[in-house]
């Protein structure tokens, strides 16, 4: 038996780059995917097929997780779809990056309410559904620069940050229902944005990396799988760094 068979998952900011690679790596072992993003373009719709190519039910939404309101509405839509919600992985997040005393407000604003307002919008809209299920598995997507700070970021670090005690919290809060709440704290992986990095940039982050390399999507997949598995029954309330070593 799979891993995940029965489970549904809902991943947000799905349709590429991590969530991407947790949706696929949670379809491979059984869950059927609901994933969430601005808009279901071709890229997205891509993604639903790549997904439902593994045997499992998938479907892609259009939604604003930054809005309170929309998110109540798509999360009502997917359980009215799939019949349950078993994990919620808060994936959705941009940056806006510029020194502290450079960073205007709107910038520091957009980061906290699309990277940490979304997370609350979700837990909030999930949490019935799971408490009603006396079971659940939530799953936020921090960064280590969220435990360590990043000049630079002080808004993107600042939202991480804030995954990180959300996550804690709600382990607190919902234990006794049955829920666990996690977060992961991606260290430097190579994405189409990282990608982008010159070579000399990309080799000076793996010197400082024990591993000597940039973590991919797949090895933040992994870690997601396992969370959400029953093989993490007994797993709530912590933050899993998984940067190669960078930061022990």
Not at 65 to 80: G, L, P, Q, R, Y
């Amino acid at each position: 038996m799979k891993l995940l068979e029965g489970k549904v998952a809902l991943i947000t900011g799905a349709a590429r780059g991590i969530g991407k690679a947790i949706a696929l790596k949670m379809a491979s072992e059984g869950a059927d995917i609901a994933f969430t993003d601005l808009a279901i373009d071709e890229n997205a719709q891509r993604t639903e097929q790549e997904i439902a190519a593994l045997g499992v039910k998938a479907k892609g939404y259009a939604s604003n997780a930054a809005s309170f309101d929309e998110t109540h509405a798509v999360v009502a839509e997917i359980v009215k779809e799939f019949g349950r919600i078993d994990i919620l992985v808060n994936n959705a997040g941009i940056t806006k990056d510029g020194l502290m005393m450079r960073m205007n407000e709107a910038q520091w604003d957009a980061v906290l309410t699309v990277n940490l307002k979304s997370a609350f919008n979700f837990i909030h809209a999930c949490t019935p559904v799971m408490m009603r299920q006396k079971s659940g598995s939530i799953i936020n997507m921090s960064s280590v620069v969220g435990v360590h700070g990043n000049a630079g970021q002080a808004n993107y670090s600042a939202s991480k940050a804030g995954m990180i005690g959300l996550a804690k919290s709600i382990a607190q809060e919902l234990g006794s229902r049955g829920i666990r709440a996690n977060a992961i704290a991606p260290g430097f992986i190579i994405t189409d944005m990282t990608a982008k990095l010159s070579d000399e940039v990309k080799d000076e982050w793996c010197k400082k990396i024990p591993l000597r390399r940039g973590g991919t999507p797949e090895d933040i997949a992994d870690v997601a799988t396992f969370l959400a598995s029953d093989m993490a029954s007994y797993v709530t309330g912590q933050v899993i760094q998984v940067d190669g070593g960078m930061n022990c």
